[in-house]
């Protein structure tokens, strides 16, 4: 019989490798069940954290581009055009994450936050960037799609 000496709390290492080991060992009554139930969802947690990040960053870039024409370079577009390649690529990987798009809080999260960003970055006063973002996740993905400048 094989002892557990890793506790979740103290190692999540060594605990973490200890139930891939007994979970190949198929040792199911060693397993820590309600710890390895977090882990799992914590995963989907952080993919969705990852994907808001990387639009937050995006959204902060189209808005520079937006507000700020005089200032458009090489480097906002290389980031606008990255973030727009990795986000693609995140959603072909895990379809699922899809739903985020259609979610309005994670929008709400994005946003804010990109809005946050604009703001430090630029200059701008928070309260000037729209309540609520302008364009459609088709259009913020599409890599044909540069935001004018608007009033």
């Known amino acids: 019989?094989?002892?557990i000496?890793?506790?979740y709390e103290a190692d999540i290492?060594?605990?973490?490798q200890e139930q891939a080991r007994l979970l190949r060992a198929r040792r199911f009554d060693a397993l820590d069940i309600e710890h390895i139930a977090e882990e799992i969802e914590d995963v989907g947690k952080s993919e969705q954290r990852e994907l808001e990040s990387r639009?937050?960053?995006l959204l902060t870039h189209l808005l520079k581009w937006q507000r700020q024409p005089e200032r458009r370079g090489s480097s906002w577009e290389a980031t606008i055009r990255h973030q727009?390649?990795?986000i693609g690529s995140r959603l072909e990987r895990t379809p699922s994450l899809r739903a985020c798009l259609i979610d309005p809080e994670w929008w709400a999260d994005a946003w804010g936050d990109a809005c946050t960003d604009a703001a430090q970055q630029t200059g701008?006063?928070?309260d000037e960037f729209p309540m609520d973002c302008p364009w459609t996740s088709a259009e913020?993905?599409?890599p044909e799609f540069w935001p004018?400048?608007?009033?």
């Open 1 to 3: 019989m094989v002892e």
């Open 5 to 7: 000496s890793h506790t």
């Open 13 to 16: 290492v060594g605990w973490a």
């Open 55 to 57: 639009m937050a960053l």
């Open 84 to 86: 727009r390649k990795r």
């Open 124 to 126: 701008i006063g928070f």
């Open 140 to 142: 913020i993905l599409d």
């Open 148 to 151: 004018d400048q608007r009033s």
